[in-house]
C-alpha cells in the first residue's frame, strides 16, 4: 500500500482567518471614519482570500490521520549513506545546519498522536524530484532527534 499524504487546513491556517475576519470587522464598524473602516475592509478581504489558500497540514488519505511534515536537504555525495539510514536506522540521520546541498530532499511526515513517521529520500533531478526509496514506516521515537 502506497502512502499518499494531502495537503489540509490546520488548526493554524483557520485561527489567521478567522483573526484576519474579527480583526478586519472590528477596524470597518468603529466609528473612527475614513482611513481605518477602509483597512477593515482589506483585512477582510485578505482573510477570506485565505480560505482557499491556506493548508500547512497534511493528512494521510488513507487513514485520515493528521501528520506535520519536515523537509531536510543533503548534498548529492550522501545519497548511499542516507538510503541506509532511512531505511534500517533513522535515528543516526545527522542534520547539519551548515549543509549547502539540496540534491537530496529528505520529506518526513509524523504524528506524535499515532506514534508514527513516514521517511522518503528524493532526489533532483532536472525541474522535479524523483524518489529514491519507498515511503517507509517507522516509530516516533526513532526519529525524534530530527523532529527536535
Not at 80 to 88: F, K, M, R, S
Amino acid at each position: 500500500m502506497e502512502k499518499n499524504f494531502i495537503k489540509v487546513r490546520s488548526t493554524k491556517d483557520i485561527t489567521i482567518v478567522a483573526s484576519l475576519v474579527i480583526i478586519g470587522l472590528i477596524l470597518a464598524l468603529l466609528p473612527i471614519g475614513g482611513a481605518a473602516n477602509v483597512t477593515g475592509y482589506i483585512v477582510i478581504a485578505t482573510g477570506l482570500l485565505f480560505i482557499p489558500i491556506l493548508k500547512s497540514g497534511y493528512k494521510d488519505a488513507w487513514e485520515g490521520k493528521r501528520y506535520t511534515k519536515k523537509e531536510f536537504y543533503f548534498a548529492n555525495n550522501k545519497l548511499a549513506e542516507l538510503v541506509a539510514a532511512v531505511t534500517n536506522a533513522p535515528e543516526n540521520i545527522a542534520v547539519d545546519s551548515n549543509e549547502k546541498g539540496n540534491t537530496i530532499r529528505l520529506e518526513l511526515f509524523y504524528s506524535k498522536e499515532t506514534g508514527r513517521a513516514f521517511m522518503q529520500l528524493q532526489e533532483y533531478v532536472p525541474y522535479k524530484y524523483e524518489p529514491r526509496t519507498d515511503v517507509i514506516e517507522h516509530e516516533i521515537s526513532r526519529v525524534a532527534k530530527l523532529i527536535g
